[in-house]
């Protein structure tokens, strides 16, 4: 499908003010955002979130509210039922004493399922069959949809830099599918002295990081980030390699193309009993048949950054989203010379154990039979909605 140039951003919101204003921010400074139109997602109301969607003027601006919510549906699937069955319950307790709504139906690991963990899966997949397939200001729309989260933090000249991944995967790899502009190194330190550039291009990509690591568990200290020069420069670095769900997640993209190529294998997706939609998404990608995995075109230094210091895995005790902020944002100054580079160096790679590893079972919290049936519904929704459009 031909590429129109245009770009919609869709941004998923949960309850974290604080990391959403500064992801506005970050929006608001990047050059031609006022070209885009920028989708808010989300799976909770609250006024005072919505205020601060609702003050952007930088851009056209959308909100979309998930129905299915926990928060609309507190003492009823999809949130809580009273009667659903406790999550470490045994089998036969269930079936036996509490007759409980999903006794049948544990995941593989034995467990019944949590809401506030189905609904990341839920969410995801019926934002994406909105924007793609219901919605009438989207229905022409045949460029890239960038999915954000409302503690992602973007550079400035990151709409630049899907231009050029485009034309990379036009030029380059035309079957690639998914498009990445960022990457979750634990850290991001701009080093710039001589010795230090020679040693870490000698390493290859995947040997920096593991050094990194390796150094500061030795040293015991806080992580903070680290981007090494050459990911910056007036020739840029970006790879093409198999899509690997948790390291290529964050600021990805694709278009309306790929995602018909997704919905017509939506029970690989709906019935995988994962409660994350990324390794959802990884296992359908893996079950292709005829077809080989998704390939992502990805930006070796990153211009989307995780700045959620807490979060659905992330339990940490001093969650101070302005530390990591500051970091990030001293990077970008840093970098600056190096942004809106003119041209991108492609390479290949077949990728690491970990992106060719095949799964063979997922993750659990998705045995409920409730919340398959709820997915699957959401495609069929979609797609005749996707017949009105169209007609």
């Not at 970050?26 to 109301?45: G, M, N, V």
């Not at 919505?50 to 299915?68: A, C, E, G």
């Not at 959802?280 to 950054?305: A, E, M, T, W, Y």
């Amino acid at each position: 499908m031909h590429d129109d140039g245009t770009k919609n951003l869709c941004v998923c919101v949960h309850t974290r003010l604080t990391y959403l204003r500064h992801l506005i921010v970050s929006l608001a400074q990047a050059r031609d955002i006022d070209k885009t139109l920028l989708i808010f997602s989300h799976d909770y109301y609250d006024e005072e979130i919505n205020n601060l969607v609702r003050s952007i003027d930088f851009t056209k601006v959308m909100q979309i509210f998930y129905p299915h919510s926990i928060q609309t549906h507190p003492n009823e699937f999809p949130g809580v039922d009273p009667n659903d069955c406790p999550r470490d319950a045994k089998l036969q307790q269930l079936t036996i004493k509490l007759k409980c709504n999903n006794a049948l139906h544990p995941d593989l690991h034995g467990h019944y399922r949590e809401a506030k963990y189905t609904q990341t899966k839920h969410h995801w997949w019926w934002k994406a069959n909105r924007i793609f397939n219901q919605l009438q200001c989207t229905a022409s729309h045949t460029g890239m949809v960038v999915f954000l989260e409302e503690d992602h933090y973007v550079a400035e000249d990151f709409i630049h830099m899907i231009h050029l991944l485009i034309a990379t995967r036009d030029k380059a790899c035309p079957h690639c599918e998914i498009l990445c502009l960022g990457t979750y190194l634990k850290t991001y330190q701009y080093h710039s002295t001589a010795d230090k550039r020679k040693k870490q291009i000698a390493l290859s990509y995947i040997q920096q990081v593991r050094a990194v690591s390796e150094e500061r568990r030795r040293r015991h200290e806080n992580w903070n980030y680290q981007v090494y020069p050459n990911l910056y420069g007036s020739t840029q670095k970006v790879e093409i390699t198999p899509w690997h769900s948790s390291m290529h997640n964050m600021g990805f993209a694709f278009n309306r193309s790929v995602f018909e190529d997704i919905v017509s294998l939506h029970h690989q997706f709906c019935d995988y009993d994962d409660y994350n939609w990324d390794y959802s998404l990884l296992h359908l990608s893996q079950n292709r048949k005829g077809k080989d995995k998704f390939k992502v075109i990805l930006c070796k230094g990153p211009r989307v950054f995780h700045i959620g210091e807490c979060g659905i895995h992330h339990k940490k005790s001093n969650c101070n989203a302005s530390v990591v902020i500051g970091k990030v944002q001293k990077l970008l100054l840093e970098a600056r010379p190096q942004m809106y580079p003119a041209r991108v160096a492609a390479t290949v790679t077949s990728g690491g154990a970990k992106h060719n590893k095949k799964l063979i079972k997922g993750n659990g919290g998705w045995g409920d039979l409730r919340d398959r049936e709820l997915c699957s519904n959401m495609t069929k929704i979609g797609r005749q909605m996707k017949k009105y459009f169209y007609a």
